[in-house]
């Protein structure tokens, strides 16, 4: 098993940045990738950023091209989102997902809130 523990939501004023970090309970070689997804009131959680561990290919849903990062730091088995000029649609609880190399399980963290008003 993976457990996964996020953090890094908060209150932001639209404009502002915000990273949010999730930490792997195990090496992140042991997974094929590391993703964020999010979940807004009311609707079907979404894929937000993905990066593959192999290749480190990175995947961004069209509507935070260019304003979200997503980056890993192997030593310390932690993705990241960098999000920046945040909206007040980019509200919504973000997810962590990994997916388990050798049983292509997925993982999910217990999600952490991101608010985005004025």
């Known amino acids: 098993q993976v457990q996964l523990v996020e953090s890094g939501g908060n209150l932001v004023q639209p404009g502002g940045s915000l990273r949010l970090s999730c930490v792997a309970s195990?090496?992140?070689?042991?997974?094929?990738?590391m993703s964020w997804y999010r979940q807004a009131a009311g609707q079907q959680r979404e894929l937000v950023a993905r990066i593959m561990i192999i290749g480190g290919r990175e995947i961004y849903a069209d509507s935070v091209k260019g304003r979200f990062t997503i980056s890993i730091d192997n030593a310390k088995n932690t993705v990241f989102l960098q999000m920046n000029s945040l909206r007040p649609e980019d509200t919504a609880v973000y997810y962590c997902?990994?997916?388990?190399?050798?049983?292509?399980?997925?993982?999910w963290g217990q999600g952490t809130q991101v608010t985005v008003s004025s």
């Open positions: 195990r090496t992140i070689f042991s997974l094929t990738h």
């Open positions: 997902n990994v997916q388990e190399r050798v049983t292509a399980y997925d993982y």
